[in-house]
């Protein structure tokens, strides 16, 4: 004997459906990414808590960026995604180190510390400025990634003092370099 089946509406079969996308979603997210090391758990998870700052330091994740190119640029398709402030990479035309970048909503401008001579500011202007944006990341040719956490903003600014010789400053003076902003 057969029990009588009755088929669900068209309103609880889209929740179904919608239910399963999610499980299936969660499901993933323990599944390495493209590219991770083999026996390295790197996960979208983990991925994800790092370029979003809330896992500010990963060195097995940093160790993996290293070695693989794929990983790399999965990481920077993610930040692309998430990133609030896009600035591109300048014109082709463009040669030598720059003085500024701007993309619409923010600009990054670079200015010498007059009290030490070794020292250069790094400054965000937005155009909202309740915003607050927490990192900023600077992506180089071959996907490398430099990244730093930013400051509360006073008034719509963002300073932030590093040495000259500091690999985000040579980053974002590139002009091949792509800069993201958390928004």
């Known amino acids: ?3 009588p089946f009755e088929l669900p509406d068209d309103d609880a079969l889209a929740v179904a459906e919608r239910v399963f996308d999610a499980l299936v979603a969660e499901a993933s ?11 390295g758990s790197v996960t979208p998870r983990r991925l994800y808590l790092y370029v979003t700052g809330a896992r500010a330091e990963d060195p097995g994740l940093e160790a993996a960026l290293r070695e693989s190119p794929a990983l790399r640029a999965s990481l920077r398709r993610l930040t ?3 990133a609030g402030y896009r600035i591109p990479e300048l014109a082709a035309a463009a040669a030598g180190t ?3 970048r701007a993309a619409p909503g923010c600009r990054i401008r670079f200015e010498k510390s007059r009290a030490e001579p070794a020292q250069t500011y790094i400054v965000i202007s937005l155009d909202e400025p309740g915003r607050h944006p927490r990192w900023l990341a600077v992506f180089v040719d071959d996907d490398t990634c430099r990244r730093i956490a930013l400051p509360e903003p006073h ?3 963002i300073q932030i003092l590093v040495e000259d010789e ?3 400053l040579a980053a974002l003076r590139d002009p091949g370099s792509e800069i993201f902003i958390d928004g």
């Open 1 to 3: 004997m057969s029990e």
């Open 166 to 168: 500091s690999d985000v």
């Open 155 to 157: 008034a719509g600014t």
């Open 98 to 100: 720059v003085a500024r």
């Open 29 to 39: 997210l323990g599944a390495p990414v493209d590219g991770a090391a083999p026996g």
């Open 80 to 82: 692309a995604k998430i």
